[in-house]
């Protein structure tokens, strides 16, 4: 069983930064931890992915260029910096681990683990 607590959110202007990071506990092997969002009134969103080796990341075509994902395995941790903050990025942020190997780690099926979330606020 794999427990996953965020952090860092919380209210920012646009055109601001901040980092998000993705506690996990627990032992399970996982290829993929994921970021996916959900805003108000939408369906949840993927958002970035990182590989167990972090050789391979992936990134939403809304993100790229302004969201980094990152992990430190030695703390069991993995990053989201996110730079240039827009309204629209408003949202909970969750991160998720898949179980296993998975073919496509932009969708959200491939993930069994899941955080509580955390909010992003950015104001215009």
């Known amino acids: 069983q794999v427990q996953l607590v965020e952090s860092g959110g919380g209210l920012v202007q646009a055109g601001g930064s901040l980092r998000l990071s993705c506690l996990a506990s627990?032992?399970?092997?996982?290829?993929?931890t994921g970021w996916f969002r959900r805003a108000p009134g939408k369906e949840r969103e993927f958002v970035a992915a990182?590989?167990?080796?972090?050789?391979?990341?992936y990134y939403a075509d809304s993100v790229n260029g302004r969201f980094t994902i990152s992990r430190d395995n030695a703390k069991n941790t993995v990053y989201l910096q996110m730079n240039s903050l827009k309204p629209e990025d408003t949202a909970v942020y969750s991160c998720?681990?898949?179980?296993?190997?998975?073919?496509?780690?932009?969708?959200?099926?491939?993930?069994?683990?899941w955080g509580q979330g955390t909010q992003v606020t950015v104001s215009s």
């Open positions: 990182v590989s167990l080796s972090s050789s391979t990341t």
């Open positions: 627990g032992r399970a092997f996982s290829t993929y």
């Open positions: 998720a681990r898949t179980r296993g190997v998975v073919r496509t780690p932009q969708s959200s099926e491939g993930y069994t683990y």
